[in-house]
């Protein structure tokens, strides 16, 4: 039986999460409202759907070269993040390194500058080097400013493996990174889940950097549906159908891989 209290908690739980999706609810109702329902001065719950919107953003704002400049760059950085952050984060949680805890410190610190501080830098350096407005020059970019976090989160959930396995492994011959790709990976799959999950939607949402470093060829999507805005008019009905295409592959790959996030989350919670 539920006490008074069980179903207050219940009531305030589904108010919070009424809450958060209340906005999703309206950017999707309004991607699929026809423009004079959406501009009416009385706010219409009712009317008849159309996909206007979503042809829109493609006819008119070239979307879907934005959604493949925006896939080519964000699944770039994040396997090199990835790649590079798992074999810093194994050194300094398992190689006898002097000063590894000040080092990781040392390396997420960089994580704490605030990107409009290095956004200019990093401008300068594109335009110097030629790497302005192109693929290469992005992920470049993704890959330093997210690297640092994700050598900080891999490290803490390495650290909370045990060594028996590892020194078991090592007495049978074999080497750091034989070890590394035969049992710390596979053990570490939840960790490493979720650590792809912030790199992931870190880029894929990211404008600062975008806006600085791309012009024309390499337009992402944040981008793209910031340019929706006109100089006299805010077009209300594509800029939201092309938020939620924006949000299905972030709500695609938390689905697929909900299960290793939720154990990732909760690893090393319980010694």
């Keep these: 039986m539920r006490t008074p209290l069980r179903r207050a908690l219940d009531f305030a739980a589904i108010f919070v999460v009424a809450v958060y999706l209340a906005p999703l609810y309206w950017i999707v109702m309004t991607s699929i409202k026809p423009t004079k329902a959406i501009n009416a001065a009385v706010p219409q719950f009712t009317f008849e759907p159309t996909l206007d919107h979503y042809y829109e953003v493609f006819e008119r704002f070239n979307f879907a070269s934005a959604i493949a400049n925006s896939a080519i760059v964000v699944f770039g950085s994040t396997a090199i ?28 610190s960089f994580r704490f500058m605030p990107g409009v501080v290095i956004a200019l830098p990093y401008y300068l350096m594109a335009q110097w080097s030629g790497m302005s407005d192109s693929h290469v020059g992005l992920i470049i970019v993704y890959v330093a400013f997210g690297l640092p976090f994700a050598v900080w989160l891999l490290r803490g959930f390495l650290l909370d493996l045990p060594r028996d396995i590892e020194e078991a492994a090592r007495l049978d011959g074999l080497g750091w990174f034989a070890i590394l790709w035969r049992i710390i990976i596979p053990l ?50 594509p800029i939201s159908a092309g938020v939620v295409m924006q949000l299905i592959p972030m709500l695609v790959v938390v689905f697929l891989i909900q299960r290793h996030m939720i154990r990732g989350l909760a690893l090393g919670a319980v010694k």
């Design 81 to 108: 993040t990835m790649f590079l952050g798992i074999i810093s984060a194994y050194a300094l949680a398992r190689m006898k390194m002097r000063g590894a805890d000040g080092l990781s410190l040392l390396i997420l």
């Design 188 to 237: 570490a799959g939840p960790g490493i889940a979720v650590t792809a999950i912030f790199t992931f939607v870190f880029s894929w949402n990211e404008f600062l950097f975008a806006l600085y470093l791309t012009s024309s060829n390499v337009v992402t999507l944040p981008i793209q549906i910031a340019k929706m805005i006109d100089l006299y008019n805010v077009l209300w009905g």
